[in-house]
């Protein structure tokens, strides 16, 4: 089935750096725009990383701009978050979600992973 | 970035009430929103998008409305599973931005 599964949180060091990965199954990969998304601990939803189908254009949310590195395998249907210099308030749940389509002018988020735990401490 | 802001943060309603949210852009976003339900310990699933389509599998008690700056969620006949916390997104630039969230309680 259509799915997304993270993995690579724990708990790291203020100043550290962790890598973050989603595995993408039963569906194009190549096809699809990812973001990553992540939770404060009883926050709201904040997006962090965008890349497109093709991985040539990428934005990042301001708090991460300059410390955060999206990318993506398009032949192992991986994507991934670089994260390095952390700081406690990266402090969250991190997940990973489906966007438009390439053919689509739609970025909604209609497939989501079930989040990975990054702690900053 | 675009603020997105939600309406009330949080609302206490019974089974069966119709219960209406509301989210405001900070600048025109045309029919670029969804809108999200998350419950505790879940990732978020998608309901509605481009303002008003219902994605596939979503009840048809859900619906949306509005474009421009202000839109609307709307629950005609809330159910118990329903009882959730909703965001608004919307998705006419980078960096995507969603609402602070309505958590939508048992009264």
């Known amino acids: 089935q259509v799915q997304l599964v993270e993995s690579g949180g724990g708990v790291v060091q203020p100043g550290r750096s962790l890598r973050l990965s989603c595995a993408a199954s039963?569906?194009?990969?190549?096809?699809?725009?990812l973001h990553w998304v992540r939770q404060a601990p009883g926050e709201g939803l904040e997006c962090v990383a965008f890349?497109?189908?093709?991985?040539?254009?990428?934005y990042y949310a301001d708090s991460v701009k300059g410390r955060f590195t999206i990318s993506r395998d398009n032949f192992n249907n991986t994507l991934y978050l670089q994260m390095n210099s952390l700081r406690a308030e990266d402090t969250a749940i991190y997940y990973c979600?489906?966007?438009?389509?390439?053919?689509?002018?739609?970025?909604?988020?209609?497939?989501w992973g079930q989040g990975t735990m990054v702690t900053v401490s | 970035a675009i603020r997105m802001t939600q309406s009330p943060s949080s609302l206490s309603a019974s089974t069966g009430d119709r219960v209406t949210i509301t989210c405001r852009a900070s600048?025109?976003?045309?029919?670029?929103l969804t809108w999200y339900q998350q419950k505790p310990g879940k990732a978020p699933r998608l309901l509605i998008y481009?303002?008003?389509t219902l994605q596939s599998g979503v009840p048809s008690r859900f619906s949306g409305s509005g474009s421009g700056t202000d839109f609307t969620l709307t629950i005609s006949s809330l159910q118990s599973e329903d009882f959730a916390t909703y965001y608004c997104?919307?998705?006419?630039?980078?960096?995507?931005?969603f609402g602070g969230g309505t958590k939508v309680e048992i009264k």
């Open positions: 890349i497109s189908y093709d991985g040539t254009d990428k």
């Open positions: 979600a489906r966007g438009g389509a390439n053919w689509a002018h739609v970025d909604a988020f209609d497939i």
């Open positions: 600048q025109g976003i045309n029919s670029y």
């Open positions: 039963g569906f194009t990969f190549s096809s699809y725009a």
């Open positions: 997104q919307q998705y006419y630039s980078h960096p995507r931005t």
């Open positions: 481009g303002a008003s």
